[in-house]
């Protein structure tokens, strides 16, 4: 009996944990003032190491990109005319008959976009669906949760992530993400970003509440004149599902390094098939006729 | 911050971060806050979602420049200009508060007939004495004039009208400083001055509050103390001091250094404000400095007449004796008598400038032969960073504690100028300091807020906290001295200095502390708080205090902290809000547990808000006394309607409608009569280093300032055509100031981790100098090199007619650490201020050029390794996150 309840345990499986309200992130980049709090409070609690000392120029970013080793990332886009380029002086008239609203309209000449990226723990996730061994789950809390230990390196995931979220580490071999802070929220508590993060930029709970509070933040900046604001990943595209860590933006996605209309890498899968059918007719037609060929 | 304390009473933002949340329209100007103090800067985002108009105005777009609705770039250094051309905006307009400017300020006192403004003066004031640079000849000129009526009162004029009334003086003072002539000096536009003028005025009156916000942008120039002097002077204008969303922020750089301001580490203090003895024989005896005191200590000249001497008369000073008494009683308890002036004789006399820069610069000629460092990093931290290094090794011998080996620890053998260690004959000691977790006590910062921080583990190996170390040496040294029967030792022999633990302290866990010699910090805040003497009772506030002896305070603003033995108020955490913003039961806040302070401003004259929307405190007429959100910084029971007795004294000569209670006349100073040495109203000099002429006087820069004469602070002449490029220094979020803590931190350095320097596209396209490559940044003192990081985000600025460049410098690096860069501060001249000899970082003049210079660079110290603990318990390996994996022999590259 010992014997065969040992061979038999790894194909056990306990009853999964039951569903607890889905988290996620809402990241409102009108709010965020780029300090990294987040970056480093993210490394603090994973304990992840840091990723070398590389002067890039690239703004005030030094990290690059999502990685094993970073899984938040705050990301600058500088965008200012060139100075030859400034608008006409408003004459000055005494208070009272002044033009408060023209004065305001030319007070910034630029603007300085921030944003801290994420896992976006997506709906309907590729990486999870192109995992062969079950390291990538939906957790009882909706988010995708990476499971280090049964990885295997294959690096399907590496693949299929169409906002290239998830590296395998160089330390381990594995593959590594944001776990949502799966651990801090089984103790409920909220993920160590959104605890550090000083603004509130990033927003962190119910994932239906953060919905519904993101479109009410939209129409508020709407209201306020601040027409550019939209939400980035609330809603499902034709290619692409809901992301669990969505984002209110001010500009085009591939400013803050987004892509603009992420797909499912299923989509390609019927040209895949289609190649791969059209491959195999002409091989097979290649080898008949050699063997005709040669039977004659 | 003889700014605030000049312009209010008290030398401390009049508010607290919180409230800026309730502000209709925010000025950030001379500091970076979104960068700088980011936790802060959420109450100022709350501001802005509630509708609040946000102001930024600097050399450099910012990530705080990010976030506002108003951006305006000026030249480093013309600060002055900008804010008194708002200034004549405002009075041109009529767009300041009537009654508040009529009843809270001195816009209605007649000045002396022998003061003669700068402005008729080619920027000096009367009074000023070439020979030794200061204002000192002519007698007390910017006092007040005496009323005919009663020589006790100032003569004032109620219709503003009077030639010499302080509101003329200002009209007259500010008239050159038109919007279009401070936009020539400060290289922006008059409608970028008129911009922020309009939208500070119209969000403030009795509806709205306008706050300003500033730091060491502000006062690490020449000229600092008078920017804060022209904010002090816009915010009483429009009536913003003392209500709730009003107020000026004073955004402190390091922590807690309100609290070392408050127990300062200052040479002419003593805790909490009260001045430090002169040699001069207005401080002669006790009885002298009683009569003289602070008024003499703050006046600029020494002179036997003048405004200052009102102040131990009339307003809250007049409590000095109980003050200086108790803590006389604090320091030396028994051996505290009257007839031997309760020891004051015992507290050594100032003898001249003893400041931090003027030492260094002794240290340089060779007059200083031991130094403690505590916390500090001059060797890259402080202006002319080379001059200082030079002047560690001049020393005999150096004690450092700190985390970690920095800079001024390691610049006998790390620093790159350095060729031979054996030549250097200072003797270092570096003894590793305990960090925040692991020391219990306080931190006072910007807020004046005194919060209570909890032990929470040992620190390891022989680190140990700074009061530890300071006991013991003070233990050390009465032992050596116990024996002696010299006078000169019973300042010694007699302090008090029993701080140990009564029973051994406990950690959080339950276990007992391993460090069994360490002083217990809550003795400390006891002794702070203060004391009765008779039955050792605790002082439950400072009015308690009394001057016979019969009671032990060792800073007065900080009493009522410790109210009961086991009631440590800096320890409450209760976060319920009174009022709109008001927590009044999270730490402590001095004086007297007050957030706002000159809050009786917050009611009209009558005593009633000025507006329900920004009501704060009010009389009760029923009660009889003031009540509302915040404990009144007013006597409790003091009628709107009160009118002081002829020949008065004390509070008694504070009248019921003059919020300014540290004042002898009660009111807010638009007219500095004393506390201010370098002229009693802001005037625009030039930074000592300048690309430009002072278009508006012949006196070119700041007259009382004061530079080292070292042959290696060499200063440019004004517009030098060598230097024409205008620079200044800052701080990243991402480090912390010269790097002493942040550079050895992985986590920290791999945000930013290599010295740059931030110019605009023409500077770089000028000299051919590429973004990301090499560039040296030259000055008449040093030349260092750091990667170029071209961006828009710095504009060139058209000023009298030219193109000037700017660049920025962070101030992070140096040559110990994990990441090693130059060292901004060795292009920084070593200059001083006469209020507060403050240096002037923030604006030097420069040149630059591609390339790299030849000097060998400091090498890397890979000190830490990140994650450096250890594995998490109780957790199978697997499960193990992944930077406590063993990482031995792999090698991690981008």
Known sequence: MGILSDLLYPFRRPAPPAPRTATGFFTDTTLCIGCKACEVACKQWNQLPSDGFTFTGDSYDNTGTLSATTWRHVTFAEQFPSSDAQPPEPSITPSGSLDIQALLAQAQSGRWLMMSDVCKHCSTAPCEIACPTGALIVNEFANVYLQNDICNGCGYCVAACPFGVITRSEIDGHAHKCTLCFDRQRDDMIPACAKACPTGSIQFGSIEELRERARKRVEELMARGVTDAYLYGDAPSASYSTLGAFFLLLDDPSRYGLPGNPARPQLSLAADWLRTAVGAIISVAIVLAVLLTHAV | ?894
């Open chain 2, 1 to 894: 911050m003889p700014g605030l304390g000049a312009s209010f009473g008290r030398g401390a933002a009049t508010t607290f971060q919180r409230d800026l949340s309730n502000s209709d329209c925010i000025l950030i100007m001379g500091s970076n806050m979104a960068e700088a103090h980011p936790v802060g800067f959420r109450w100022v985002l709350k501001a802005r979602e509630r509708g609040a108009k946000l102001i930024h105005v600097d050399p450099r777009f910012t990530r705080t420049s990010a976030m506002a609705d108003v951006f305006t770039a000026i030249r480093a250094g013309s600060d002055l200009a900008f804010l008194g051309a708002v200034i004549h905006y405002i009075l041109e307009h009529e767009l300041y508060f009537h009654e508040y400017v009529l009843d809270y300020t001195n816009a209605s006192t007649i000045i002396n007939e022998s003061y003669i403004d700068a402005e008729e003066q080619e920027g000096l004031f009367s009074g000023f004495d070439v020979k030794s640079g200061r204002y000192a000849s002519e007698p007390g000129s910017w006092g007040y004039s005496a009323s005919t009526e009663d020589p006790g009162q100032a003569e004032t004029d109620a219709t503003l009208s009077h030639p010499r009334c302080v509101f003329q003086i200002l009209k007259r003072h500010f008239a050159r400083y038109t919007p279009e002539a401070a936009a020539e000096i400060c290289g922006c536009t008059a409608s970028d001055i008129v911009r922020v003028a309009e939208l500070l005025a119209r969000n403030s009156g009795r509806e709205h509050t306008s706050a300003i916000v500033y730091a060491v942008g502000w006062t690490q120039h020449s000229t600092g103390v008078q920017m804060i002097r022209a904010a002090g002077i816009i915010q009483l204008l429009l009536g913003n001091i003392g209500r709730p969303g009003g107020g000026i922020m004073a955004m402190r750089g390091h922590c807690s250094i309100q609290g070392s301001t408050d127990l300062p580490t200052l040479y002419d203090l003593l805790p909490s404000y009260l001045p430090h003895p002169n040699v001069a024989p207005e401080h002669a005896t006790l009885r002298d400095y009683i009569e003289n005191g602070r008024g003499f200590a703050t006046s600029h000249n020494a002179d036997s007449s003048g405004s200052w001497q009102d102040e131990a008369v009339a307003g809250y000073w007049s409590n000095l004796p109980a003050f200086i008494v108790s803590l006389l009683k604090a320091w030396y308890g028994d051996a505290a008598r009257p007839e031997n002036e309760f020891g004051y004789q015992w507290i050594p006399k100032n003898d001249g400038d003893h400041s931090q820069l003027v030492t260094f610069h002794r240290m340089y000629e060779g007059e200083v032969r031991g130094l403690f460092l505590i916390g500090q990093n001059p060797a890259a931290g402080a202006p002319n960073a080379a001059l200082n290094r030079r002047a560690l090794a001049n020393l005999d011998w150096l004690v450092v504690r700190d985390w970690f080996e920095h800079e001024s620890a390691s610049f006998w053998y790390a620093d790159p100028a350095v060729d031979d260690p054996k030549q250097i004959k200072t003797e270092v000691f570096f003894l590793p300091a305990a960090s925040i977790p692991e020391k219990s006590g306080t931190f006072t910062n910007t807020d004046r807020l005194i919060q209570w921080h909890e032990k929470a583990i040992d620190p390891p190996g022989d680190c140990r906290s700074d009061l530890w170390f300071i006991y013991h040496l003070g233990l050390r040294l009465k032992e050596l001295y116990r024996d002696s029967t010299l006078t000169r030792d019973d300042p010694i022999k007699f302090l008090t200095w029993e701080y140990g633990f009564d029973r051994p302290e406990m950690l959080p866990d339950g276990r007992i502390t391993r460090i069994s010699d360490e002083p217990d910090s809550a003795k400390v805040l006891k002794e702070i708080n203060g004391r009765r003497i008779s039955d050792g009772t605790l002082l439950k506030s400072f009015t308690e205090c009394a001057d016979d002896g019969s009671t032990a305070c060792g800073a007065w603003t900080y009493s009522g902290v410790f109210p009961d033995e086991d009631n440590n108020r800096a320890r409450s955490r209760d976060s319920t809000i009174v009022g709109s913003t008001t927590y009044p039961n999270w730490g402590y806040s001095w004086p007297a547990n007050r957030r706002v302070m000159y809050n009786r401003a917050s009611a009209d004259p009558d005593g009633r808000p000025w507006s329900e929307r920004k009501k704060l405190i009010w009389w009760d007429a029923t009660a009889k006394k003031w009540t509302g959100n915040d404990v009144p910084d007013f006597e409790a029971d003091k009628p709107p309607s009160y009118v002081p007795a002829a020949g008065a004294t004390g509070m008694d000569a504070i009248a019921g409608n003059k919020p300014f209670i540290m004042h002898a006349d009660g009111a807010g100073h638009l007219f500095a009569p004393y506390g201010i040495k370098d002229g009693p109203l802001p005037t625009h000099y030039e930074p000592r280093e300048s690309v430009v002429s002072n278009s508006l006087h012949q006196t070119q820069t700041n007259p009382t300032l004061r530079v080292s004469e070292a042959d290696i602070n060499q200063l440019a002449e004004e517009t030098d055509p060598e230097f024409p490029v205008v620079a200044t220094t800052y701080r990243l979020t991402e480090h912390y100031l010269s790097g002493p803590m942040s550079r050895f931190n992985s986590w920290l350095n791999e945000l930013q981790p290599e010295m740059f320097v931030e110019l605009g596209p023409e500077l770089a396209a000028e000299r051919g100098i590429e973004h990301r490559g090499w560039m040296i940044v030259t000055t008449k003192r040093a030349e260092i090199e750091a990667r170029a990081m071209v961006t828009r985000r710095i504009r060139p600025l058209m000023v009298h007619g030219r193109v000037v460049h700017q660049i920025g410098l962070p101030i992070h690096w140096g040559y110990a650490g994990e990441t090693v860069g130059s060292i901004a501060n060795d292009l920084t001249p070593m200059l001083m201020g006469l209020n507060v000899s403050m240096h002037e970082a923030k604006t030097f003049t420069c040149n630059v050029r591609t390339g790299r210079l030849r000097s060998k660079p400091a090498r890397a110290i890979p000190v830490a390794q990140r994650p450096d603990s250890g594995p998490v318990p109780e957790t199978p390996g697997f499960a193990q996150p992944e930077g406590r994996l063993d990482r031995a022999g792999l090698q991690r590259k981008k």
